[in-house]
């Protein structure tokens, strides 16, 4: 368990680092940089994190397990209004985390985190039927996950504009024509 000195400094790197990401690229962001926005030494930083890409991939896999967690505790299956609350549990996280989401789905600082969003779900959904799912079944997987990803997706790249009630409701819309 990390105590509460160290929780604070990496608060304040990743603080730092999403200020910086706002305004320029990954590739233009130095740990000085950091460092000094975050009012640390930069041997501080390097306690903590080998270099920026690795704070990135550090802050996108944290979503990552959040949405992971968040999956676990509620992904419903026969009910459509476990869907519905499923689907207003996801888009509740994610504009709970508006900024790390947008900074870091933005091309110029690689936007991988859309990626592996998508390929979370397509795992979870895939992995809970190991023993009996057919090709026809991952095929249907891919295309739902597709499809529920190009709205959160477009609700991202748009700025996150539109209520996050609406998106839930939106993805409910889609997702229960192929409930389990």
């Keep these: 368990m990390e105590d509460r000195r160290s ?10 680092f999403l200020e910086l990401l706002k305004e320029k690229s990954i590739n233009r962001i130095s740990v000085v940089e950091i460092s000094k926005l975050a009012d640390l030494g930069r041997g ?71 990626e592996k969003i998508k390929y979370f779900f397509n795992q979870k959904l895939i992995s809970s ?17 597709s499809g529920a990803f190009g709205i959160l997706e477009a609700w991202l790249k748009e700025g996150m504009k539109m209520p996050s009630k609406s998106v839930s409701e939106m993805l409910n819309h889609v997702l229960t024509k192929f409930e389990c």
Aim: charged share 30%; glycine share 4%; aromatic share 10%.
């Design 7 to 16: 929780i604070k400094t990496k608060r304040a790197i990743r603080n730092a």
């Design 44 to 114: 501080t930083f390097y306690l903590h994190y080998k270099d920026v890409y690795e704070l990135m991939e550090h802050l996108e896999n944290e979503l990552i397990h959040n949405l992971e967690i968040l999956y676990d505790t509620s992904y419903p299956c026969g009910n459509s209004s476990n869907m519905l609350k499923f689907t207003v549990t996801v888009t509740d996280y994610m504009e709970e985390n508006r900024e790390s989401f947008l900074v870091l789905a933005r091309i110029e600082n690689g936007g991988r985190i859309l």
């Design 129 to 145: 039927e190991v023993d009996t799912i057919t090709e026809l079944d991952k095929a249907e997987v891919l295309f739902i996950v």
